[in-house]
């Protein structure tokens, strides 16, 4: 009798979190902009903004992941 054990992740982004990545880009684009312009406190808010939204994204993809495998293993 043969026991074949299979391990498979399918993480998938909806689309709130393009969203939340196009964000990410958007205010990291600014802020190189503003940085080569020599607007260094607009670079400055926009890097920190892009910061903050960047470690929310992580933080609920990491929940995500540890509810997805939760989940996972009380399945039958």
Do not use: C, D
């Not at 993480?11 to 802020?31: C, E, P």
């Not at 080569?36 to 903050?52: H, M, P, Q």
């Amino acid at each position: 009798m043969k026991v074949r054990i299979q391990y498979s992740i399918s993480l998938t982004l909806n689309k709130g979190s393009h969203i939340m990545l196009r964000w990410i880009l958007t205010f990291l684009i600014v802020a190189i902009i503003a940085g080569l312009l020599g607007f260094t406190g607009v670079a400055a808010a926009a890097t920190e903004i892009a910061r903050v939204i960047f470690a929310i994204f992580l933080i609920l993809f990491i929940v995500s992941l540890i509810m997805h495998l939760l989940n996972r293993s009380k399945l039958p």
